[in-house]
């Protein structure tokens, strides 16, 4: 069983930042993937960044140069630093932790993300 619990979230212009954060309940060594997903109404969910456990990062296109994932082992905490948000970055942002070994995702509550032109 894996908690996470996500902070970070909030109402932004258009060009500005914004540090999500996703605190888990265990050992981040021990969770193979962790990554961030985001949603808006009427979507299904996308991933837009992971890391692992060995510290290899992946991003999806939309954000690629402008997010950055990263990861606090001592603070058993996953960051996602957006920059230069734009409109469409307006979603619900999730963490999800994945024991690859058990084939079990877990997810956060989600965090608003809102982006003004």
């Known amino acids: 069983q894996v908690q996470l619990v996500e902070s970070g979230g909030g109402l932004v212009q258009a060009g500005g930042s914004l540090r999500l954060s996703c605190a888990t309940s265990?050992?981040?060594?021990?969770?193979?993937?962790m990554g961030w997903y985001r949603q808006v109404p009427g979507k299904q969910r996308e991933l837009i960044a992971d890391i692992t456990n060995g510290g290899i990062t992946n991003y999806a296109d939309s954000v690629k140069g402008r997010f950055t994932i990263s990861r606090d082992n001592a603070k058993n905490t996953v960051y996602l630093q957006m920059n230069s948000l734009k409109p469409e970055d307006t979603a619900v942002y999730y963490c999800a932790a994945d024991l690859l070994t058990i084939a079990r995702r877990y997810w956060g509550q989600g965090t608003q993300v809102t982006v003004s032109s």
């Open positions: 265990r050992s981040i060594f021990s969770i193979e993937r």
